[in-house]
T-cell receptor, first 112, second 115 residues
Framework: GQQVMQIPQYQHVQEGEDFTTYCNSS?????IQWYKQRPGGHPVFLIQ?????EVKKQKRLTFQFGEAKKNSSLHITATQTTDVGTYFC????????????FGKGTLLTVNP | SAVISQKPSRDICQRGTSLTIQCQVD?????MFWYRQQPGQSLTLIAT?????????ESGFVIDKFPISRPNLTFSTLTVSNMSPEDSSIYLC????????????FGSGTRLTVV
């Protein structure tokens, strides 16, 4: 079945440093989504990427979808303590199948 | 986007008993999903629930253990049956927003501890 690998598992940064997490799918994806889960909270949708090579930005967050639609990345510029949480990518294979396959997530901690 | 109310938020249950988790969506949605998440781990899909049809279960999950109801387009329940300590986990429901166009929204989760 479809697998989505995500690295790193953990990342600790000083406030102001940049952060990147990477996802790689075993199969070509219809789209990839990114979620943030604060400690003790539930996943919250951040963005969806659909097109090959797509790049989207949300303030300090930059999301990329690879040309082959099998990999993706999330980059945070100048991290803040409010960025703390686990970032999950989730792949969707498309068609009539709306199931998401989640990566293992990257736990980001930020030292003020 | 849709808002999901999930309850209970947490429960401590005796082994051998059953717990039913409810999710209410504030708008009609076609698909709802049930996930399990161990603390600090990723989300594992249990089943997909469409209104008017049997739920579709993922490998490793069976209807007898996790019966699901989906009586209408705004409501679903998941029952964890004959519980054992291995069932201790966080259970989350989710629904697509406009057929996934705007991602998926999640309930706040049910933290289940089986003793």
């Amino acid at each position: 079945g479809q697998q989505v690998m995500q690295i790193p598992q953990y990342q600790h940064v000083q406030e102001g440093e940049d952060f990147t997490t990477y996802c790689n799918s075993s199969t070509t994806l219809s789209n990839i989504q990114w979620y943030k889960q604060r400690p003790g909270g539930h996943p919250v949708f951040l963005i969806q990427l659909v097109k090959s090579g797509e790049v989207k930005k949300q303030k300090r967050l930059t999301f990329q979808f690879g040309e082959a639609k099998k990999n993706s990345s999330l980059h945070i510029t100048a991290t803040q303590t409010t960025d703390v949480g686990t970032y999950f990518c989730a792949g969707n294979s498309g068609g009539s199948n709306y199931k998401l396959t989640f990566g293992k997530g990257t736990l980001l901690t930020v030292n003020p | 986007s849709a808002v999901i109310s999930q309850k209970p938020s947490r429960d401590i249950c005796q082994r051998g008993t059953s717990l039913t988790i409810q999710c209410q969506v504030d708008s009609q949605v076609t698909m709802m999903f049930w996930y399990r998440q161990q603390p600090g781990q990723s989300l594992t899909l249990i089943a997909t629930a469409n209104q008017g049809s049997e739920a579709t279960y993922e490998s490793g999950f069976v209807i007898d253990k996790f019966p699901i109801s989906r009586p209408n387009l705004t409501f679903s329940t998941l029952t964890v049956s004959n519980m054992s300590p291995e069932d201790s986990s966080i259970y989350l429901c989710s629904s697509e927003v406009l057929f996934g166009l705007y991602g998926y929204t999640f309930g706040s989760g049910t933290r289940l501890t089986v003793v």
